[in-house]
């Protein structure tokens, strides 16, 4: 007896019956627990009677069944109470086609689409909440995100030019869309999250946004309101945190091959700062931030800039270790990571994975970017911030370069 038919089929009715409780809990008069459950085994019956029989088993079950939900409908719309949309019939179908999905053995596939189904329907509020909170700005935020990734993307060449055959149109657009899709995903968490965010939210969420934008807006701030100095350097100081776990993130998509011989490293320094920035909270008398409203890090111009200087720094590299050898390369990533950690990281990681640079080199220039990044940000407070936040972060900033210096030199 094959036991992978029965796993299918007992894979179905969990399937059906998880999504039909959600139904039946959150639409009474709908489809519910039983119905959803004999859907999903009804598609995965088909789709193994089709095999003998011939596919049409398949499209007749998924037409019977939109049947049987255009009739039901027709009963229930004289009710004054009949639910409106057609949320529960879409759902059907999909499940139906999960069901299906079974029979051809793609068992984590069906039940990641059954659970996000599940999920789907069950984030009803939240995400209608989302949609309200999110205005014009927001939509034109998402819908350049398209045009980024979904339109010009695919236009490009995928293969090298230029000098040093390191200028790959597709490639370098590709670290455009990944580093913009970051930034709108925290900005649009940002503007969901709104005025209830504390201090630690809002640091994470200028982490990942833009640690150095995030400097500039606070160190002016504490220019005009120098009580708020302690508060401006803890979210400083965890923004620049975070930007050792979005470093690892750029590396662990672009280049996965290298992550866990890098990732070490970053982590340690990550965790330095964080207690440093743990020390900064339990020094903060205050526990609330008054977050200033997100700036959309969608613009065109802002991911063509970054494009140019992507590509800026791979020819600086590859041209640096072609003339100038391993004190070359410090230097580029010394200045580029002053204005921009995400073109450091992701040129390093790429011409690593192409295998263009080591490893050991590879890791200290992006770690040289970050500390450059660290003492740029010190000196925009310097111009910008108050006296106050200034000695604040000389002292949290002084901390992490240490710490990155003694990284840098003991490392094996």
């Known amino acids: 007896m094959d036991t992978s038919i029965w796993q299918q089929f007992g894979m179905a009715l969990g399937l059906g019956l998880l999504v039909g409780l959600q139904r039946e809990w959150a639409e009474p008069k709908a489809a519910g627990i039983r119905t959803f459950a004999l859907i999903t085994v009804l598609g995965t019956a088909s789709a193994h009677l089709a095999v003998s029989f011939g596919g049409w088993i398949l499209a007749a079950g998924m037409i019977a069944l939109g049947g049987l939900m255009v009739l039901a409908n027709l009963r229930r719309s004289g009710f004054k109470d009949a639910h409106p ?102 900005y649009l968490l940002s503007r969901y999250v709104g005025a209830r965010v504390g201090s630690i939210i809002s640091g994470i969420l200028g982490g ?31 923004a620049s945190t975070i930007v050792f776990a979005r470093v690892a993130f750029e590396v662990a998509v672009v280049a996965p091959g290298i992550f866990w011989q890098v990732f070490p490293q970053f ?57 100038f050898g391993d004190s070359g390369l410090y230097l580029v990533a010394a200045l580029s990571g002053m204005t921009d950690m995400d073109a450091i990281t992701l040129s390093t990681a790429q011409l690593i994975n192409a295998d263009r640079l080591s490893i050991d080199t590879g890791w200290r220039m992006m770690m040289i970017g970050a500390l450059s990044n660290i003492l740029f940000k010190g000196g925009v407070v310097a111009i910008l911030g108050s006296p106050r936040l200034l000695a604040r972060i000389a002292v949290l900033f002084g901390g992490s370069l240490v710490g990155g210096g003694l990284l840098l030199w003991f490392w094996p």
């Open 85 to 186: 949309g057609p949320t529960t019939e879409v759902a059907a179908l999909v499940m139906f086609t999960v069901g299906a999905l079974l029979q051809l053995g793609m068992i984590a596939e069906a039940a990641v689409i059954g659970g996000a189904v599940a999920l789907l329907l069950h984030w009803k509020q939240p995400l209608h909440h989302f949609v309200e909170r999110i205005g014009g700005k927001d939509i034109q935020a998402v819908f350049r995100m398209v045009l980024i990734g979904l339109v010009v993307l695919p236009l490009l060449p995928d293969r090298s030019f230029g000098p040093y055959e390191v200028l790959n149109p597709f490639r370098i657009w590709l670290m455009v869309v990944l580093i913009v899709g970051i930034s709108i995903a925290s």
């Open 208 to 238: 990942l946004i833009s640690s150095t934008a995030t400097t500039v807006s606070y160190a002016r701030r504490s220019k005009t309101a120098p009580e708020s100095s302690a508060l401006a350097a803890l979210v400083i100081m965890i």
């Open 267 to 323: 982590a340690v320094m990550g965790a330095w700062m964080a207690v440093i920035a743990a020390g900064a909270y339990a020094f903060s008398r205050q526990k609330q931030a008054v977050v200033s409203e997100p700036k959309d890090p969608s613009n065109l111009a802002a991911a063509v800039v970054f494009g140019g200087l992507y590509a800026l720094v791979l020819l600086a590299v590859a041209g640096a270790r072609e003339h």
